[in-house]
C-alpha cells in the first residue's frame, strides 16, 4: 500500500482516487471500525486532513461518545420549573442564567487532566485560559475562578513535582489575567498517584442582551481568526491524550502539551468585550481542544448553511507545519468569529487597536458543507454535522463490580474499628486529623493566588463558598462552591455524587445564596472497563436525579475518562470516581454574606441537623484507621434544601457565623470556625450525643450532612431557633465563642496556636 506521505498534497480529488493509501488513523486514536465509519460517511478515504479533523473531533474528549447517552437525562430530567433562571443551558461554551436586575453571569467547570501530568505547569496554566475563553465566548467578561485539584500521595517522590507545577500554573496564569480565585478543593490520595486532577472552573458576567453563541449563519459573512499565531503546541494535545490511558506511569502517546501565554488572553478578553459593545461579531468559539477542527466544524454545524476555509491564510508561529497540524493544533489565546462584510472594517480596526493579530480565512456559505482549501487544492469536503455533532455513540457494557459488594461489606461497624479510648486517644486523634493532608490548611496553594483583586470578593477560601459582587450600585452578587468526595463515591457512586451535589448547594446556602444551577465535572477511568463505566453512569444517575429533586438545573460540564493505570476488573484499576459539582447561588446583596468562622466572644454556638452512626468513607476512617468500605452516609435532599432555607434565611441579620459540617465531621467545622479569626469556643455535646443517640466520638467524627455550625449573638438566639424548628431543622444550642482554645467538655481542651500549629505546618513540610 501506498503512503500518505507520498501524496502530495493529499486533496480530496487524489482521495477518492486512490483508495489504497493507508493513513495512520490508530496512531491518531481512531478505532478500526470508526475509520471504517469515516470512510462511510465520505464515501471514499478521507485525505490526510480529513483523517486530522475526525480523529480529534471523535476524540472521547471532544465527542463524549463514552457518555453521551447517558447525559441526556440531565436535560431529560431538567422540568419547567428549574429552567426560569436558565437562559442558556446544556450545549454551547458555558451555560447562563439570569441572576435579575437585568444581569446574567455564566460559569462552567472543565478538565485538563491528563496534560497536567505530563507537563504539570502548562496543563494547568492552559486549563485555566480554556475555560477563561468559553466564558468570554458566551460575551461575558471573566470575574474569577475556581481549581478543584486531586494529586497522588503525598508522601510520593513524584507528587511535589507535579503539586509544584500545577499549583504555580493555575496561580501565574490566573494571577496574570488578574482574576480572583475564589474557592476549590485541594485532596491528596493514591488513586491519583499516575491521574491528578485538575478541574478549573471560570465565572463571567454579562447583561441579558449581551449573550453571544457559537454559530456561523448568513452566507457570504466572513470567518475570521484572531488572537495568538498558531503553533506546534498541543497537536492532537487534550483530545487525544485524554483519550488513553497511562501505561507504567507514562502516556501511550505524548502528544505535546499547549503552552499558555495569559498576557495574551488578558488582551484577548479585552479585545472580545470590546468587539461586542460594536456589535461586530454575528457568531463566536473559543479554539480549545481541537482547536480549528473544533471551532469550524462546530460553528459551521451549529449554523444555517455551511463553511468555506482557506487554510494558507491562518496565520503561523511555524511555517512547516502541515494541513493535518495546522488543523489540530491546540495553540492558545485563539477565537474564531463569524462577521457580516460591512462590519469587517470596523472589527479589523478594534482588533488592530489592541494589537491582536487578526486574519480572515473564510466565509459562511449556503451549501451544508465545510470545504477546506490549502494553497488552492481542496484537502477537506465534508458535512460539519458528521464532525462536530454525529459521530459514534457508544453503549457500552457496564455491571456493578465483583469487588463491589465486598468493599461495601468492610464496614466500619463490621472492622470494629475502635472509638479512642481515653480523652487523650481523641485529643491525638483530632490532631492527627486536623495535621492530616486533606483537612490541614491550604494557605501554602491558595497564598500563591490572588482572592481579591479587582475588588469585588466579597467571601473566598476558605470560607464555605466565594462570593462576587457583581453590580456595585446595589450589592447583587454570586456565590460559588465546587465539592466532591472521591471515597463516597468508591463506596457508592450514585449516592457520592449526590453527596457532593448535598455539599456544595449546602456551602452555597451557608455564605447565604440561594442556589440555582450546577456545571459538573465527571472525572472516571476507562469507559472500556465495565466497573468503570458502571461508575459512571451510576453517578451521573445519581446527580440528575438529585438535581431533578433539589431543582438546580445542570448547565454544562465535562467528562474526563481514561484516568487509570490499573487493569480492568480490579478494584484499584482507576481513580476514586469523583464527581465534582458546582452550585451557583444568588445573593440580592453580597454584604450581607455569612463567613464562616466566628469573629467575637460572646456569641451562643448551634448545631443544626441530626447526626447519625456514619463513619464509612469518613476522613476519621482514612486517617486514624486507613479504612475505606462500608456504605457513604445516607443523603437526605429535602432535609438539604430545609437547611438551605434556614441557612439562607438567617444571613445578614440572624447568623453571626455559620459553617456546613462535611468531611472531617463536626469536630473539624468547629477547628475551622476557630482558627478562621482566631477565636476559640467551649463546647458541651453531652444533649446532642443523647438526642441523637450517639456517642461522643461518633458526634464529632460522623460525616452525616444536611447539618451546619452557626454562630449568633444572644439577642438572635430566638430567631435562629423559630427558623429552625419552622423548617423542621433540629437545632441545639452547643457552646460559646471565645478564648484562645477549642474546648469540648469530657473531650478535650486544644489551645488555638497548637491546632494552627498543625494544620499549617503540613503542607510546608512536603513542598517548601
Not at 169 to 183: A, E, K, T
Not at 338 to 357: G, N, Y
Not at 491 to 514: F, S
Not at 656 to 676: E, I, K, M, N, P
Request: glycine share 12%; net charge negative; hydrophobic share 40%.
Amino acid at each position: 500500500m501506498t503512503s500518505v506521505a507520498e501524496q502530495m498534497p493529499d486533496t480530496v480529488e487524489n482521495a477518492a482516487a486512490t483508495p489504497e493509501v493507508a493513513l495512520p488513523y490508530r496512531e491518531l486514536g481512531l478505532k478500526t471500525d470508526e475509520y471504517e465509519r469515516v470512510v462511510a460517511i465520505l464515501g471514499r478515504r478521507p485525505t490526510a486532513a480529513e483523517l486530522a479533523m475526525y480523529s480529534v473531533m471523535w476524540s472521547e474528549h471532544c465527542s463524549y461518545k463514552s457518555s453521551k447517552k447517558h447525559l441526556s437525562q440531565f436535560g431529560e430530567k431538567t422540568t419547567d420549573a428549574m429552567r426560569e433562571h436558565l437562559l442558556v443551558g446544556i450545549g454551547e461554551n458555558a451555560g447562563v442564567v439570569d441572576i435579575g436586575q437585568g444581569w446574567a453571569v455564566t460559569f462552567k467547570i472543565e478538565s485538563h487532566n491528563h496534560p497536567s501530568y505530563v507537563e504539570p505547569y502548562q496543563g494547568a496554566a492552559t486549563g485555566v485560559g480554556g475555560i477563561v475563553r468559553d466564558i468570554i465566548s458566551m460575551g461575558a467578561r471573566p470575574v474569577a475562578v475556581m481549581d478543584q485539584l486531586r494529586f497522588g500521595a503525598i508522601d510520593h517522590p513524584d507528587t511535589a513535582r507535579v503539586v509544584h507545577g500545577v499549583v504555580a500554573g493555575v496561580g501565574g496564569y490566573g494571577n496574570c489575567l488578574g482574576l480572583p480565585n475564589i474557592g476549590g478543593e485541594v485532596d491528596f490520595d493514591p488513586s491519583y498517584q499516575g491521574n491528578p486532577l485538575v478541574n478549573a472552573l471560570c465565572v463571567g458576567v454579562l447583561r441579558h442582551e449581551d449573550i453571544h453563541l457559537a454559530n456561523a449563519s448568513g452566507a457570504g459573512n466572513k470567518v475570521v481568526l484572531f488572537g495568538a499565531r498558531t503553533g506546534g503546541d498541543g497537536i492532537g494535545g487534550a483530545s487525544i491524550l485524554a483519550s488513553e490511558t497511562f501505561v507504567d506511569g507514562v502516556p501511550t502517546k505524548r502528544p505535546s502539551v499547549q503552552v499558555g501565554d495569559p498576557f495574551m488572553e488578558k488582551v484577548l478578553i479585552e479585545c472580545c468585550l470590546e468587539l461586542y459593545a460594536a456589535g461586530v461579531v454575528e457568531g463566536i468559539q473559543d479554539l480549545g481542544a481541537a482547536g480549528i477542527s473544533c471551532a469550524t466544524s462546530e460553528l459551521a454545524s451549529n449554523g444555517d448553511g455551511g463553511m468555506h476555509v482557506e487554510l494558507e491564510k491562518v496565520l503561523l508561529r511555524d511555517p512547516t507545519l502541515t494541513a493535518g497540524e495546522i488543523l489540530m493544533s491546540e495553540s492558545q489565546e485563539r477565537m474564531m468569529a463569524v462577521v457580516a462584510p460591512d462590519k469587517l472594517d470596523a472589527f479589523l480596526a478594534i482588533t488592530s487597536r489592541w494589537d491582536v493579530e487578526t486574519a480572515v480565512i473564510g466565509e459562511v456559505t449556503g451549501t451544508g458543507r465545510l470545504t477546506i482549501d490549502h494553497h488552492g487544492h481542496r484537502i477537506v469536503d465534508v458535512d460539519p454535522r458528521t464532525v462536530a455533532h454525529e459521530g459514534p455513540v457508544y453503549d457500552r457494557p457496564y455491571a456493578r463490580p465483583s469487588w463491589q459488594d465486598e468493599l461495601v461489606a468492610d464496614a466500619a461497624s463490621a472492622r470494629h474499628l475502635p472509638r479512642p479510648a481515653t480523652a487523650a486517644d481523641l485529643r491525638a486523634q483530632v490532631l492527627a486529623m486536623v495535621a492530616s493532608p486533606n483537612l490541614a490548611s491550604k494557605a501554602w496553594v491558595t497564598d500563591q493566588y490572588d482572592r481579591y483583586v479587582q475588588g469585588n470578593t466579597a467571601l473566598a477560601q476558605p470560607d464555605d463558598a466565594g462570593v462576587v459582587r457583581v453590580d456595585e450600585t446595589t450589592g447583587l452578587g454570586v456565590a460559588l462552591s465546587t465539592d466532591a468526595n472521591g471515597r463516597f463515591t468508591k463506596l457508592d457512586p450514585y449516592a457520592g455524587a449526590q453527596q457532593a451535589l448535598a455539599e456544595a448547594y449546602r456551602n452555597v446556602a451557608t455564605v447565604g445564596a440561594r442556589p440555582l444551577a450546577v456545571t459538573d465535572c465527571l472525572n472516571f477511568g476507562s469507559p472500556e472497563d465495565p466497573d468503570a463505566m458502571w461508575q459512571l453512569v451510576e453517578a451521573m444517575t445519581g446527580l440528575a436525579d438529585a438535581c431533578q429533586v433539589m431543582g438546580v438545573p445542570v448547565t454544562g460540564g465535562n467528562v474526563s475518562l481514561y484516568n487509570g493505570t490499573g487493569e480492568p476488573g480490579r478494584i484499584d484499576s482507576s481513580i476514586n470516581p469523583t464527581a465534582v459539582v458546582g452550585v451557583l447561588g444568588v445573593l440580592d446583596d453580597v454584604t450581607r454574606a455569612t463567613p464562616s468562622g466566628w469573629t467575637e466572644a460572646g456569641a451562643a454556638v448551634y448545631l443544626l441537623g441530626a447526626t447519625a452512626e456514619e463513619l464509612d468513607g469518613s476522613a476519621w476512617a482514612d486517617v486514624v484507621h486507613q479504612h475505606l468500605g462500608g456504605t457513604p452516609p445516607k443523603v437526605d435532599l429535602a432535609a438539604e434544601m430545609r437547611l438551605g432555607d434556614v441557612l439562607i434565611a438567617a444571613a445578614g441579620t440572624t447568623a453571626h457565623a455559620a459553617h456546613d459540617v462535611s468531611t472531617g465531621g463536626l469536630v473539624q467545622t468547629l477547628v475551622d470556625s476557630s482558627l478562621r479569626f482566631g477565636v476559640g469556643a467551649s463546647v458541651d455535646l453531652g444533649e446532642v450525643a443523647a438526642r441523637d443517640g450517639v456517642d461522643l466520638a461518633t458526634l464529632l467524627f460522623a460525616e452525616t450532612g444536611a447539618r451546619a455550625v452557626v454562630a449568633v449573638t444572644p439577642e438572635h438566639e430566638a430567631r435562629l431557633i423559630e427558623l429552625a424548628e419552622g423548617h423542621g431543622i433540629p437545632a441545639a444550642r452547643i457552646g460559646t465563642t471565645g478564648g484562645a482554645d477549642l474546648s469540648v467538655r469530657d473531650g478535650f481542651t486544644i489551645p488555638l496556636a497548637e491546632l494552627a500549629e498543625a494544620s499549617a505546618a503540613t503542607l510546608p513540610k512536603y513542598f517548601g
